[in-house]
């Protein structure tokens, strides 16, 4: 009997050791990953300065040398075992040194930091396709994209894949990158040339059935420049997605958009490299399954995540190669010059410039592509570039009358940013039904004669950006392309008045 008894006791033993054994392997086989992420970031790769958070006093922040900072110290700043980098978009196009190096500064630093994937954004493709192409070729990171084909080839580019899948431990890691559907319609006819554009949700769809079945991914990410909303319709159309990190609409998503249905969790973190976003997934590696997670922007501030220096010498490089004299003074405003959504000083002074160079009778600006504001005092070189980063020439067109009131007509609809005009007294109201909300509209002084021909200046973008939204200038009966970038337009009248005393004085004004 005794035996017996230690026999028993000895198998209990040897079953709570089996149980603590268990238990510590199973405590053991979680692995925590962070998710690290930019998008939009429009070429502020450098140092800059939050006005955003504070408009009179803002912090400075570290931008891509303090993502730097965090990847090196990533153990005790995240937290995590190990991450990957992602970017969701528009890298470049927005600074006098993205630009002026064609974007070739943005990969290089890009390099540095060693993003693991990044999908294009619309204005990725805003020097052309060719360009895209040779930034790829320097860009280390995988470039992601599932519905972009060559028309001709009806193949995906080269450049482009639609999915990669990461190996992290045990786990199957698929990333799909989908761009915006509206490419047609947000780019020049001649940047996408042979290109066509799939719908998003198909070819996501299709991606997302390839890695769980075929490729047995345990988790799939979609890396997407479609914008916030459009990633949520994306969330309840397609089954199986993870988690979207996106782009486009500069959404500061500090609470994480969870799907009611697929549970599909989306961010965004801002724009213009300020921020980088944190979601760190705890994963149960036995199961290949998302535990829990934690999700943060984090702020780049300099003082609390202090510049990388090997980042900020190679940023340096670039500065010294591409923006020499930018800070030279080339003449001094009186007032805060502000963009807006209905008449503001900057889109006034921009019209201004095309009044006074083009002898004009009208001047229209698109409030989108005013990009920065510029404080009272000096103007720099560089705050022009920061206004007007896109190279869009200079057009005139001579419009009829009726022409013209369509055009005003358009810019009051309500689904874009009011058009800043120069020659124009108009008065609209918001709530009155399409196409009827200008309730009066004079050039210089005189109601408009819809019989009469009226000379025209504006940006290519006007004229070039598919789709029905501005389609009034592209039917203009005569165009002319000046070939004149509009920037250059702008600082030349800077630099001819000096003294800059632009106000709103009422040339939108609403009933
Ligand atoms: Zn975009």
């Known amino acids: 009997m005794k035996t017996l008894k230690i026999i028993k006791k000895l198998f209990l033993l040897i079953f709570i050791l089996f149980f603590i054994v268990q238990n510590a392997n199973a405590a053991n086989r979680s692995l925590s990953l962070a998710l690290l992420y930019t998008n939009d970031i429009h070429g502020a790769i450098d140092a800059s300065f939050a006005y955003y958070l504070n408009p ?86 995988n470039l992601l994209c599932c519905n972009i084909f060559e028309e001709a080839a009806n193949t995906i580019p080269e450049i482009f894949k639609p999915y990669i899948i990461q190996q992290i431990e045990n786990l199957k890691i698929g990333i799909i990158g989908v761009i915006t559907d509206d490419m047609p319609r947000l780019s020049s006819g001649q940047n996408i040339k042979g290109l066509k554009f799939i719908n998003s949700a198909q070819a996501v769809s299709k991606y997302v059935d390839i890695l769980k079945i075929i490729e047995k991914c345990d988790i799939i990410i979609v890396l997407s420049h479609l914008g916030f909303e459009e990633d949520k319709i994306l969330a309840s159309k397609v089954k199986g997605i993870d988690i979207i990190i996106g782009g486009h609409s500069h959404t500061g998503v500090r609470k994480i958009y969870n799907d009611p249905e697929n549970h599909t969790l989306i961010t965004q973190a801002f724009s213009k490299g300020g921020t980088l976003g944190n979601l760190t997934l705890i994963i149960d590696l036995d199961a290949k399954k998302i535990l829990n997670f934690k999700h943060e922007l984090i702020s780049l501030f300099s003082d609390q995540f202090p510049p990388d220096k090997k980042i900020l010498e190679r940023i340096k490089y670039w500065k010294d190669k591409y923006e020499k004299g930018f800070d030279d003074v080339i003449g001094y405003t009186k007032y805060n010059l502000q963009k807006s959504s209905l008449e503001s000083n900057l889109g006034n002074l921009i019209c201004d410039a095309l009044m006074h160079r083009y002898g004009v009778d009208v001047a229209f600006q698109n409030s989108g592509g005013i990009r920065a504001e510029i404080k009272k005092g000096n103007i720099t070189l560089r705050d022009i570039f920061n206004v007007l980063p896109f190279d869009n020439e200079v057009m ?60 025209v200046a504006t940006n290519s973008y006007l004229i070039e950006s598919e789709g029905a939204t501005y389609a009034v200038f592209k039917g203009a009966q005569y165009i002319e392309n000046t070939h004149d970038v509009l920037r250059d337009v702008v600082i030349d009248y800077i630099r001819q008045k000096k003294n800059i005393e632009v106000e709103i004085e009422g040339r939108i004004k609403t009933e």
């Open 56 to 141: 009179e006093f803002p912090p400075k922040t570290g931008n891509l040398a303090s993502i730097k900072t965090i990847l090196n110290n990533y153990k005790t700043l995240i937290g995590s075992d190990t991450y990957l980098l992602l970017d969701a978009g528009d890298f470049f196009q927005g600074t006098p040194l993205s630009n002026l190096s064609k974007g070739e500064a943005v990969i290089d630093i890009f390099n540095e930091l060693g993003y693991t994937a990044v999908c294009p954004g619309n204005h990725d493709f805003d020097m052309g396709f060719d360009n895209l192409k040779n930034l790829a070729k320097i860009l280390k990171a």
């Open 396 to 455: 005139l067109l001579k419009m009829t009358g009726a022409e013209l009131a369509e055009a005003l007509e358009v810019s009051v609809l309500g689904t874009h940013g009011i058009l800043q005009v120069g020659g124009v007294e108009m008065v609209f109201n918001p709530n009155a039904p399409r196409y009827k909300k200008v309730k009066s509209a004079k050039v210089k002084g005189q109601p408009i004669d819809k019989d009469k021909i009226y000379t």
